[in-house]
């Protein structure tokens, strides 16, 4: 299939990248060596983090792709991923993975072949819409499988086996946007007490995750969370309120988790974000 393509490009015929994947974004060579230039690396990585455990509504769904998939950038690479615990057959898993090229500086320009650049030019033209495309499908299935049923929720494992991928990443600008609760379950400590969310304390609580050694080291990303505290469609029909004092500790604790673990909590959406990556 990759020869398929790059003939194609090569020969200057337009082609259509499929939107369910026939020729997959991730498998498509990037457009500099299908135009036979010099790679040049990412400038920017993004990870985005599902959380299964955590049900959205639809127009948080919506919002969260859109901020996604906003990203979409040159010079980017972009990974999506989703947790729950890791108990529970829903285990941290990678869903996509990839890069769009940057652009070719106005100066290198002109001492390049006009065929080489409407090569280069062409492919990232229809990359871009069919990575935005491909993104949107894959966040969209993951949201789509969370279940309120799963009875835990390894929030601070998953963080730090993803933030391992953040951290090796070559990209000089990283962030991490995540969509989840942010309500720990685990066996480190649970933000839970009697089947209702509790009111908890972050300094005891960072106490204990100290304790644990579950601080991870994000290499100096910024972060965006979306979906804190979220109440689901089920808990909002029981009557299920989240307190503002509960919130108010919920983001001190993330805040100083992310700090400790080499990140700045740039934005703690409760549940809405209100800003773009930036």
């Given at each position: 299939?990759?020869?398929?393509?790059?003939?194609?490009?090569?020969?200057g015929i337009?082609?259509?990248?499929?939107?369910?994947?026939?020729?997959?974004?991730?498998?498509?060579?990037?457009?500099?060596?299908?135009?036979?230039?010099?790679?040049?690396?990412?400038?920017?990585?993004?990870?985005?983090?599902?959380d299964?455990?955590?049900?959205s509504?639809?127009?948080?769904?919506?919002?969260?792709?859109?901020?996604?998939?906003?990203?979409?950038?040159?010079?980017t690479?972009?990974?999506?991923?989703?947790?729950?615990?890791?108990?529970?057959?829903?285990?941290?898993?990678?869903?996509?993975?990839?890069?769009l090229?940057?652009?070719?500086p106005?100066?290198e320009?002109?001492?390049?072949?006009?065929?080489?650049?409407?090569?280069?030019?062409?492919?990232?033209?229809?990359?871009?819409?069919?990575?935005?495309?491909?993104?949107?499908?894959?966040?969209?299935?993951?949201?789509?499988?969370?279940?309120?049923?799963?009875?835990?929720?390894?929030?601070?494992?998953?963080?730090?086996?993803?933030?391992?991928?953040?951290?090796?990443?070559?990209?000089?600008?990283?962030?991490?946007?995540?969509?989840?609760?942010?309500?720990?379950?685990?066996?480190?400590?649970?933000?839970?007490?009697?089947?209702?969310?509790?009111?908890?304390?972050?300094?005891?609580?960072?106490?204990?995750?100290?304790?644990a050694?579950?601080?991870?080291?994000?290499?100096?990303?910024?972060?965006?969370?979306?979906?804190?505290?979220?109440?689901s469609?089920?808990?909002?029909?029981?009557?299920?309120?989240?307190?503002?004092?509960?919130?108010?500790?919920?983001?001190?604790?993330?805040?100083?988790?992310?700090?400790?673990?080499?990140?700045?909590?740039?934005?703690?959406?409760?549940?809405?974000?209100?800003?773009?990556?930036?």
């Amino acid at each position: 299939m990759r020869n398929t393509l790059f003939s194609l490009l090569i020969a200057g015929i337009t082609i259509a990248l499929p939107l369910s994947s026939a020729i997959a974004v991730s498998d498509m060579p990037s457009c500099s060596a299908i135009a036979k230039l010099s790679e040049k690396a990412a400038d920017r990585f993004i990870l985005i983090a599902v959380d299964q455990t955590t049900v959205s509504d639809a127009n948080l769904m919506t919002k969260f792709i859109r901020i996604a998939t906003d990203g979409v950038q040159p010079a980017t690479a972009v990974s999506t991923y989703t947790f729950s615990a890791f108990s529970q057959g829903k285990y941290l898993s990678e869903g996509f993975s990839a890069t769009l090229d940057a652009a070719i500086p106005e100066k290198e320009r002109y001492e390049i072949s006009k065929k080489t650049l409407s090569v280069f030019d062409r492919c990232v033209m229809q990359k871009a819409p069919a990575m935005t495309k491909q993104i949107q499908e894959n966040l969209s299935q993951s949201m789509q499988q969370a279940s309120g049923n799963l009875v835990k929720s390894d929030v601070m494992l998953s963080l730090d086996e993803l933030a391992k991928v953040v951290r090796s990443h070559a990209a000089n600008s990283k962030h991490v946007l995540v969509f989840s609760d942010m309500l720990e379950n685990s066996t480190i400590t649970s933000f839970y007490a009697s089947n209702a969310v509790r009111k908890i304390d972050h300094t005891k609580e960072l106490a204990l995750v100290e304790k644990a050694g579950m601080f991870a080291d994000f290499g100096g990303a910024k972060v965006y969370v979306m979906g804190a505290g979220l109440v689901s469609e089920q808990g909002k029909a029981k009557g299920v309120y989240r307190d503002p004092k509960m919130m108010q500790e919920l983001k001190a604790f993330w805040t100083e988790w992310f700090k400790r673990s080499n990140a700045e909590l740039v934005e703690f959406g409760a549940p809405e974000m209100l800003g773009e990556i930036k």
